[in-house]
């Protein structure tokens, strides 16, 4: 017999967990007392709990692991309540332990209490409140199983403080068996079969990827497959390093801010290859400008409800997206021909590639373009690019050309500030050897600034990339489009000298006001401070805005352009 | 915007019925009635959902709903033949010639009559929501003192059976 808490970490250990993000409190102590004795579990304590959840959050992103994040009840559980929505609109596997107060307390208003699982139910796959210690081993299994399978997602297990005390056998099964769920895996080779049918007719196709390609580990079978059928292909944000940027038949990312030539390419393909992505709004503009043009879509999901939810497909095939594109290529090599338009689809595609949409004018000043450019110089194209939500967000996802998966690490779907900084805690832990950069403005750092703490505890060796333009970069850019220039309250007055912050916390500081300073600065920083945290400072230019892009409600074919200005 | 009858299987677990609530309200469908209880087998429940919607919302609620990890079956018992009943139970002023007139129209509807008062009368009355609907309009508005129905549940006719 042992105790709950320790059930608790010896069913972490039997997931092979080698480390968890967390912070202790009165609610998870005897689980923090397991932790202590013993050396397979590393804790990785952080300054907030929202830091916790999102590092495990990058943890899973940058590996093909589950992350896990372990607070205490009340503020702890409140706290982590954005980085559990940051995972679920990504479908990040992971797994949030949350202490309870003791059972017999539940519903009295205890000090720290609060309702676990109604509070993260809209926002997790499944969540738990184990209520007997016989069910904790059983509901731990559960968690991982649930969140690691079908379409991935956060799951948060809720133990009282009770049921870590009291003493049970320990038995952790090795499978699980749910009557109520068992995702799809195996496409349906009927669809299959049409799919190919349709590839084959194509004149004007594409290839459409986004996020679940780099779930599934599926990038490999989606290399080998556009190059088999020689279609372009674009990503989304998400779906960025699932198909090597450097590629000939990469058109770049598409979207809100996506090139003239992918947003075109979507827009007047005649057919749509999508895999693992889901039509969103800053992937398709206006819906009903995009479905203007008659075109036929395949659609290969694990999630039947992310097929045909914003727009109609034609052919809907439900599973892991590896096997169903293996099983395109293995008919394909029954005698496969593409349309002999095809060429004149790539001279199209060539000619929309003239327009340079990402081209840049220099100013006396830093453009923050210039920094990824050289950032991407730099690291060789080889580092893990962590973001914060803004301009510098897309700067990074237009500018750095990502080859491999899991090398970009952003918060895509909620569009979180301030999850940069401890996603690069979190790919350090699951990557120990990696370059991380981080990619910020002066908004989005502050709001978790206090993890240069925790970097400081456990050497994380991050490189901070802060496009200081002084400004919420991406709101004054909104506003000097469509609010006549009126910044409310997009100004940042006040901002620490973040050279002597780092400082402070003990970290290396480096200030950069001139272009010709870029590359030196970030050279010295990648090799003389290679084990070091370096904060970089640059001060950009601060009227630098994000093109093309695609207004709010616009089609999108109806871009902005920087030469339009 | 057609109506359709969604029956669930769910486990029968606490918070079932918030998952599938909140379901609902987040994602902006109908609920017009709602009716949970456990079937015979006591691990699940069976729910019955009155919604309305477009083809497209329907088949988003029917997949969105197959989501939920304690969701065990999904059908829409509208799309083939099927029988539904809702109970009312519905007290009434009955005094004077209200009184006789309740008692018929009682007996008109096939309601039975199960608490008398000197003054009131609860009436059950079961079937299709639509004949409990025409009930209320038959009587004068201003004898109704209460009413309470149950939502509307639902089965599929002969070889269409829903269980695990």
């Known amino acids: ?565 | 915007m057609l109506r359709h009858i969604i029956s669930i299987l769910i486990e029968n677990e606490s918070g079932a019925l918030s998952r599938v609530a909140g379901l609902f309200s987040a994602r902006g469908y109908n609920i017009e009635s709602l009716t949970v209880a456990p079937t015979e087998d006591p691990s699940l429940s069976r729910m019955t959902i009155l919604t309305s919607g477009s083809d497209e919302v329907l088949e988003q609620i029917t997949k969105q709903l197959n989501k939920l990890v304690d969701v065990v079956k999904v059908v829409d018992l509208s799309e083939a033949a099927h029988v539904e009943r809702e109970l009312m139970l519905i007290k009434v002023r009955a005094t004077g010639k209200d009184r006789e007139e309740m008692k018929r129209m009682a007996d008109i509807f096939r309601g039975r009559i199960i608490d008398v008062t000197e003054s009131t009368y609860v009436i059950e009355l079961t079937g299709a929501s639509s004949k409990l609907d025409s009930f209320i309009a038959a009587l004068d508005a201003g004898l109704i003192l209460e009413t309470v129905r149950t939502g509307v549940c639902g089965i599929g006719r002969g070889d269409r059976i829903l269980k695990v």
């Not at chain 1, 692991?65 to 479908?91: C, F, H, Q």
């Not at chain 1, 616009?554 to 200005?565: H, P, Q, R, S, V």
């Open chain 1, 1 to 565: 017999m042992i105790s709950g808490a320790e059930i608790v970490i010896r069913c972490l250990q039997e997931e092979k967990v080698d480390c968890v993000f967390g912070y202790p409190g009165g609610s998870v102590l005897h689980i923090y007392d397991a932790l202590f004795k013993q050396d397979q579990v590393k804790h990785i304590l952080v300054r907030h709990e929202q830091a916790a959840v999102h590092a495990a959050d990058a943890y899973s992103r940058s590996s093909q692991r589950v992350g896990v994040a372990l607070v205490t009840s009340g503020p702890g559980v409140t706290n982590t309540v954005t980085g559990i929505a940051t995972a679920y609109m990504d479908s990040i596997p992971m797994v949030v332990l949350t202490g309870q107060v003791p059972s017999f307390y539940i519903g009295q208003d205890a000090f720290q209490e609060c309702d676990t699982v109604g509070i993260t139910r809209p926002c997790v796959k499944h969540n738990f409140l184990v209520k007997d210690v016989k069910d904790l081993a059983i509901t731990i299994k559960k968690a991982f199983h649930i969140a690691s399978t079908g379409r991935p997602g956060p799951v948060v297990v809720d133990i009282p403080k009770d049921i870590t005390a009291q003493m049970c056998e320990f038995d952790y099964p090795k499978t699980i068996q749910m009557r109520s769920y068992n995702p799809v895996v195996k496409g349906h080779l009927g669809q299959i079969k049409k799919a190919v049918q349709i590839l084959q007719e194509a004149k004007r196709p594409i290839i459409y990827t986004g996020g679940g390609v780099i779930l599934s580990d599926a990038a490999e079978q989606l290399t080998r497959l556009a190059h088999k059928l020689n279609f372009p292909v674009t990503n989304t944000l998400m779906g960025l390093g699932g198909y090597p940027a450097t590629d000939k038949q990469f058109v770049g990312m598409l979207g809100m801010h996506g090139t003239f030539e992918a947003n075109n390419a979507m827009h007047y393909a005649d057919v749509i290859l999508a895999i693992g992505a889901r039509f969103d709004d800053r992937v398709i503009g206006n819906p009903e400008h995009f479905s203007e043009e008659k075109r036929r879509v395949i659609h290969i999901d694990i999630d039947p409800s992310s097929i045909s939810k914003r727009v109609k497909v034609d052919v809907p095939i439900v599973g892991n997206v590896p096997d169903v594109l293996e099983e395109i290529m293995k008919l394909m090599d029954g005698g496969f021909k593409t349309d002999p338009e095809l060429g004149n689809w790539w001279k199209q595609i060539d000619e929309w590639r003239g327009r340079e949409s990402l081209r840049y004018k220099q100013s006396e000043h830093i453009m923050p373009q210039f920094v990824m450019e050289k950032l991407y110089e730099v690291t060789g194209g080889n580092a893990f690019v962590t973001s914060d939500v803004g301009q510098h967000q897309m700067f990074a996802a237009q500018y750095y050309k990502f080859d491999k998966p899991r090398r970009w690490i952003n918060s895509g779907g909620l569009g979180t500030m301030g999850v940069g900084l401890p996603y690069g805690m979190g790919v350090l832990m699951a990557n120990p050897d990696a370059q991380v950069a981080c990619v910020t403005g002066e908004g989005s750092i502050q709001m978790c600034i206090q993890e240069l703490s925790t970097c400081k505890q456990y050497g994380f060796p991050i490189k901070i990339i802060n496009l200081n333009n002084g400004m919420l970069g991406m709101v004054r850019q909104w506003q000097e489009m469509f609010y006549s220039k009126r910044y409310s309250q997009s100004y940042v007055t006040s901002l620490p000298d973040f050279v002597k912050l780092a400082e402070a916390y003990g970290h290396v500081g480096m200030k950069i006001e001139k272009p010709e300073d870029v590359e030196p600065a970030l050279r010295k920083a990648f090799t003389e401070h290679k084990n070091d945290l370096v904060f970089m400072d640059f001060i950009i230019d601060p009227g630098a805005n994000v093109f093309p892009m695609v207004a709010a409600g616009k089609g999108l074919t109806e871009m902005i352009l920087a030469e339009d200005l």
